[in-house]
């Protein structure tokens, strides 16, 4: 994909004559997404494990294989990850399908003695295959337990815990007897969207650039007017061999709560190109039920905020730039409604060669709720 988004931008540099665009054109890239099926997985246990609570989702290009994170704390089964066998075909129509989702393997999660962790110390939420073979994870964090919210790198193999990247203190939960006094992480809305840069190696000691965005806004930020767009804070990491290094730290503002709302937030970035683009994935529950906008994202002009422990209003900002992709409430659903969207990842490129794009929903392991996967064409309009 990022190969596709780079020669698009070197083809359209050449050209003799030059189409007069707006400044918002220019400033995004010019993608298509197209819907091209919905699978429903039923419900099922493997190896006693019940799958379900997927809130992330990762292609291995290597083994043409998926991971499907499960943000169990750990009450129903160990923390965990699964292996998903993906398998598209063709309509008669010559439209690409989904022929079959199948789940292949358990891998549990371990600390760095390779034990189990105890129940409700993690809430994994975000997840991203690394080139060196293993799995960056985030963590919400427990309010409950007092576990602060995690950036952890796990062995691919066999989940053994690798690294635990810092987080800053501002986004660490503090409590406080005034509200207005409380700092860090709101209980579940802190790292769920993680995504990494596109790479131009695959080499195991290659640094490769990490981003991660919280849910919504730190206590710190939280403004109560429901006029005003909250602002979360998108991380941008180089990680290395041997060491990671903190970059910057952009203002993202999230879409109004619409009336109706009991919960709305960021649950999904995706890099796309080497350019600062990406896809983000907006969701919000109420009285109407899911509702998900995709956006397109440009991070050149943002203002680095991590020197502010609180962040100033929206108007003196300059925030991450955002353009509807897609919503979703204008799609003709092949499933009676859309479940509870968490997971997004790039896939193997469909035959015409666009890229896949692939999305999964969490189930909260509720007998009124389903694991979706959907499958999109993106490609260039």
Same mark, same amino acid.
């Given at each position: 994909?990022?190969?596709?988004?780079?020669?698009?931008?070197?083809?359209?540099?050449?050209?003799?004559?030059?189409?007069?665009?707006?400044?918002?054109?220019?400033?995004?890239?010019?993608?298509?997404?197209?819907?091209?099926?919905?699978?429903?997985?039923?419900?099922?246990?493997?190896?006693?494990?019940?799958?379900?609570?997927?809130?992330?989702?990762?292609?291995?290009?290597?083994?043409?294989?998926?991971?499907?994170?499960?943000?169990?704390?750990?009450?129903?089964?160990?923390?965990?990850?699964?292996?998903?066998?993906?398998?598209?075909?063709?309509?008669?129509?010559?439209?690409?399908?989904?022929?079959?989702?199948?789940?292949?393997?358990?891998?549990?999660?371990?600390?760095?003695?390779?034990? !189990? =962790? $105890?129940?409700? #110390?993690?809430?994994?939420?975000?997840? %991203?295959? *690394?080139?060196?073979? /293993?799995?960056?994870?985030?963590?919400?964090?427990?309010?409950?337990?007092?576990?602060?919210?995690?950036?952890?790198?796990?062995?691919?193999?066999?989940?053994?815990?690798?690294?635990?990247?810092?987080?800053?203190?501002?986004?660490?939960?503090?409590?406080?007897?005034?509200?207005?006094?409380?700092?860090?992480?709101?209980?579940?809305?802190?790292?769920?969207?993680?995504?990494?840069?596109?790479?131009?190696?695959?080499?195991?000691?290659?640094?490769?650039?990490?981003?991660?965005?919280?849910?919504?806004?730190?206590?710190?930020?939280?403004?109560?007017?429901?006029?005003?767009?909250?602002?979360?804070?998108?991380?941008?990491?180089?990680?290395?061999?041997?060491?990671?290094?903190?970059?910057? !730290? =952009? $203002?993202?503002? #999230?879409?109004?709560?619409?009336?109706? %709302?009991? *919960?709305?937030?960021? /649950?999904?970035?995706?890099?796309?190109?080497?350019?600062?683009?990406?896809?983000?994935?907006?969701?919000?529950?109420?009285?109407?039920?899911?509702?998900?906008?995709?956006?397109?994202?440009?991070?050149?002009?943002?203002?680095?905020?991590?020197?502010?422990?609180?962040?100033?209003?929206?108007?003196?900002?300059?925030?991450?730039?955002?353009?509807?992709?897609?919503?979703?409430?204008?799609?003709?659903?092949?499933?009676?409604?859309?479940?509870?969207?968490?997971?997004?990842?790039?896939?193997?490129?469909?035959?015409?060669?666009?890229?896949?794009?692939?999305?999964?929903?969490?189930?909260?392991?509720?007998?009124?709720?389903?694991?979706?996967?959907?499958?999109?064409?993106?490609?260039?309009?």
């Amino acid at each position: 994909m990022a190969g596709l988004l780079v020669g698009f931008i070197a083809l359209s540099t050449v050209s003799c004559t030059l189409p007069q665009v707006s400044a918002e054109d220019r400033l995004f890239l010019p993608l298509s997404v197209e819907l091209l099926d919905v699978a429903v997985l039923p419900e099922q246990t493997f190896a006693e494990t019940p799958v379900g609570g997927l809130s992330a989702l990762a292609y291995d290009a290597q083994t043409d294989l998926f991971y499907g994170l499960s943000d169990d704390r750990g009450r129903l089964a160990p923390f965990r990850f699964y292996t998903l066998d993906m398998q598209t075909g063709l309509d008669p129509q010559g439209v690409p399908k989904i022929q079959a989702v199948d789940v292949r393997q358990v891998t549990t999660l371990k600390d760095s003695n390779g034990d !189990e =962790y $105890p129940a409700d #110390l993690l809430d994994p939420e975000g997840m %991203a295959l *690394s080139p060196r073979r /293993s799995l960056l994870i985030t963590s919400e964090g427990v309010a409950s337990t007092q576990s602060p919210p995690a950036l952890n790198e796990y062995d691919l193999a066999t989940g053994v815990l690798k690294t635990e990247f810092r987080i800053p203190d501002r986004f660490i939960p503090t409590a406080a007897t005034d509200e207005s006094a409380a700092r860090g992480i709101r209980d579940n809305q802190g790292f769920e969207a993680l995504t990494l840069g596109p790479a131009s190696s695959a080499g195991a000691f290659e640094p490769f650039r990490l981003f991660m965005a919280t849910e919504s806004a730190l206590a710190q930020d939280f403004d109560p007017n429901p006029e005003q767009p909250l602002v979360n804070r998108f991380l941008h990491y180089l990680i290395g061999p041997d060491q990671s290094t903190f970059i910057a !730290e =952009y $203002p993202y503002p #999230l879409s109004l709560e619409p009336l109706g %709302a009991v *919960s709305n937030g960021l /649950s999904e970035i995706l890099a796309i190109d080497q350019g600062g683009h990406f896809l983000a994935l907006e969701r919000v529950y109420g009285i109407r039920g899911f509702e998900i906008k995709l956006f397109q994202l440009a991070t050149g002009s943002a203002n680095d905020v991590s020197t502010f422990a609180s962040l100033p209003t929206l108007e003196q900002l300059n925030p991450i730039q955002k353009q509807l992709a897609l919503d979703f409430a204008t799609l003709e659903l092949p499933v009676a409604a859309i479940d509870n969207l968490e997971g997004m990842t790039l896939g193997p490129p469909l035959p015409d060669g666009t890229a896949s794009l692939w999305l999964i929903s969490d189930n909260n392991f509720s007998p009124e709720q389903t694991t979706q996967v959907w499958l999109f064409r993106l490609a260039m309009s």
